[in-house]
């Protein structure tokens, strides 16, 4: 009678259950955008639970409430409608919320601009009828 299989994984699997909306970035699947949610994570990896089958190699984005994260799909398994994707991650960005609100202020400012001028242009092109 066979043991317990030992554990392989260089390190510890942590499991959650965060909402994160993924994005699909390969040529053939670009555009595609869809809810999943995050059950469990590593150093270096994470699994995905989603509702459609995303093939092998797919590069994908993960935006949670305050993380971004980039990686490939490594494997997909189950049958629709629950499937599990296998993340490598290659890039992980926290604190994005903080970035967000840094940066409207920052967008406001060189926009607004741009902006008056295009309604000034318009104004004028109006008035010159």
């Known amino acids: 009678m066979a043991g317990p299989v030992p554990e ?7 499991a959650c259950n965060e909402p994160v909306r993924l994005s699909l970035l390969s040529d053939e699947c670009k ?16 699994r995905i639970e989603t509702c459609i089958n995303v093939p092998l190699g797919t590069l994908i984005k993960l935006e949670g409430r305050d993380t971004l994260f980039l990686g490939e799909v490594v494997y997909c398994q189950g049958a629709e409608p629950v499937l599990h994707l296998g993340i490598i991650l290659t890039r992980a960005l926290y604190g994005i919320a903080e970035l967000r609100r840094i940066h409207k202020p920052l ?10 001028a295009a309604d000034d242009l318009i104004a004028s092109l109006r008035t010159a009828r």
């Open 107 to 116: 967008q406001d400012a060189v926009h607004a601009p741009a902006v008056r």
């Open 31 to 46: 555009g595609c955008v869809l809810d999943a949610t995050i059950v469990g994570f590593s150093k270096g990896g994470m």
């Open 8 to 14: 392989r994984r260089k390190n510890p699997r942590f």
